[in-house]
């Protein structure tokens, strides 16, 4: 089966639409017209939710993204608004008790323990990967990979709406330790100086494009200095494009925006715009596509990643639509992920057997043009594991894994394998295949 997708040539009149952003938070839940239009339990549901993961949307996601005759099947709706599945039983029932008793200090407590058992931090982010500068960690940047430099400024760790499943939510529910973040890119900057070996910058977030452009701007210009040649890609991680696409095109300062992005094009630099795209209908609006456009006029390119979710994205269709129309509006398929063991993760799983089968599936309908996106990849504790497969060895049912990025460069692109597990949703969960005790990376 192939798939068609016509990508017509938007045209978009600036005048047209240039609506103010307008945001929703949990408190505010209740003032969505169209929330206010579902039935009573779903809106208590959502509440409880609410209360424990991060909730926050715009105008935009409401009113042009989602489709509302059916919400609770809309990949939109189930990427931004909570649903009571994503808490387990037993912390939906404390936490919805401990509202119920309008005791503010017990619901506090409630809701920490709760947070606390979601693995607020997979991957050892917090401890393993932040770098030091004259023995003093630096909290703003991460550097886990040789060559890529993680920055995440102080001023982006939120988003325009936020994903449900997203991995970093704990940076969005208001405990100040639990934020890293940047307060200057002279921090940045100092390191980068004394690491010759990083040719990557990736600022990322929450959404670096909530800045200002002049906020933005303070951070980037400075990498385009000549003492930073040997920085030869920034990238920006972003989901503005599908939460804001006002941003490129009608926000007061967009076209500052874009004359920054060129700016740093004609300095030399690959500027890479990592988009968080995680279903076709992100990218079907006039608005969506005339940010693309803007964008990638810029000398940009777009690469688009992001992770396979149950409720959202779980058929092989999806991801081949998904792939099919970001090639013919020019940006390229990176990574499909595997979702993360953190917050909501037991609701949006997907077993890593299964996961590999719809990329495969996915990857068939598609030509090699839009065959670029690695994956499935899990980003581990000690690297980027992507499932290439499953076969039979001497007799025994093996996943065939590989490094896509190791903590270890020299594990890079090394196969290796596990114990077939049809069950198995995360790294941790797999066994070295043939008996083995351990795996090569583990000694
Ligand atoms: C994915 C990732 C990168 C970038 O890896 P590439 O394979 O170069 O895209 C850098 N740092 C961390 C911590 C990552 O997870
Ligand atoms: S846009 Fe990215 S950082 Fe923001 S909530 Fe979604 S996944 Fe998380």
Same mark, same amino acid.
């Given at each position: 089966m192939s798939i068609q997708v016509r990508v017509p040539v938007q045209e978009l009149s600036e005048t047209s639409l240039a609506p103010s952003f307008k945001v929703y938070t949990a408190r505010h839940l209740e003032q969505i017209p169209q929330v206010q239009r579902l039935p009573s339990q779903i809106r208590q549901e959502m509440k409880v939710v609410a209360s424990v993961l991060p909730f926050r949307v715009n105008q935009y996601v409401i009113d042009?993204?989602?489709?509302? =005759?059916d919400p609770i099947a809309d990949p939109i709706f189930q990427l931004t608004f909570p649903q %009571?599945?994503?808490? %387990?039983p037993a912390h939906y029932q404390a936490v919805e008790a401990a509202l119920a008793t309008e005791d503010a200090a017990h619901i506090k407590a409630t809701i920490a323990e709760v947070r606390a058992q979601?693995?607020?931090?997979?991957?050892?982010?917090?401890?393993?990967?932040i770098p030091k500068v004259n023995g003093e960690p630096v909290l703003g940047l991460q550097h886990k990979y040789r060559e890529t430099v993680l920055f995440f400024p102080s001023?982006?760790?939120?988003?325009h709406s936020y994903c449900? &499943?997203? &991995?970093?939510w704990a940076q969005f529910?208001?405990?100040?330790?639990l934020k890293i973040a940047a307060k200057e890119s002279s921090q940045l900057c100092d390191y980068l100086r004394e690491h010759p070996e990083v040719t990557d910058v990736l600022i990322t977030?929450?959404?670096?494009?909530?800045?200002k452009t002049k906020n933005l701007r303070a951070y980037l210009e400075?990498?385009?200095?000549?003492?930073? #040649?040997?920085? =030869?890609s920034i990238r920006l991680g972003s989901k503005a494009l599908t939460f804001w696409p006002y941003r490129f095109?009608?926000?007061?300062?967009a076209q500052d925006l874009l004359a920054l992005l060129r700016e740093i094009v004609a300095a030399g630099k690959h500027l890479a715009f990592m988009a968080h795209y995680?279903?076709? =209908?992100?990218?079907?609006?006039p608005i969506a596509r005339q940010a693309v456009a803007n964008v990638r006029a810029t000398g940009a390119q777009i690469r688009s990643q992001g992770p396979l979710l149950r409720h959202i994205n779980d058929h092989p269709a999806d991801w081949a639509r998904l792939w099919q129309t970001q090639v013919e509006l020019g940006i390229q398929p990176y990574y499909m992920f595997v979702e993360r063991d953190t917050g909501a993760q037991h609701y949006f799983e997907v077993p890593l057997a299964q996961a590999w089968q719809i990329y495969r599936q996915a990857m068939q309908q598609v030509s090699g043009i839009a065959r670029t996106a690695r994956g499935p990849s899990m980003s581990a504790t000690p690297g980027k594991v992507e499932i290439q497969g499953v076969t039979e060895i001497h007799g025994e049912k093996v996943f065939v894994l590989r490094f896509i990025?190791? =903590?270890?460069? #020299?594990?890079?692109q090394r196969p290796f394998f596990a114990r077939? #597990?049809?069950?198995?949703?995360?790294?941790?969960h797999l066994k070295p295949a043939f008996g083995e005790s351990k795996f090569f990376f583990e000694d």
């Open positions: 042009d993204l989602i489709d509302w =005759r %009571k599945g994503m808490l %387990k979601l693995n607020p931090h997979p991957a050892g982010q917090l401890e393993q990967n001023s982006g760790q939120v988003c449900t &499943f997203c &991995f970093r529910v208001g405990d100040p330790s977030g929450g959404d670096p494009l909530v800045m400075p990498l385009l200095a000549p003492e930073f #040649d040997h920085i =030869r095109v009608t926000d007061a300062d995680n279903h076709w =209908r992100e990218l079907e609006t990025q190791g =903590r270890n460069p #020299d594990w890079v077939y #597990d049809e069950q198995a949703t995360w790294l941790h």
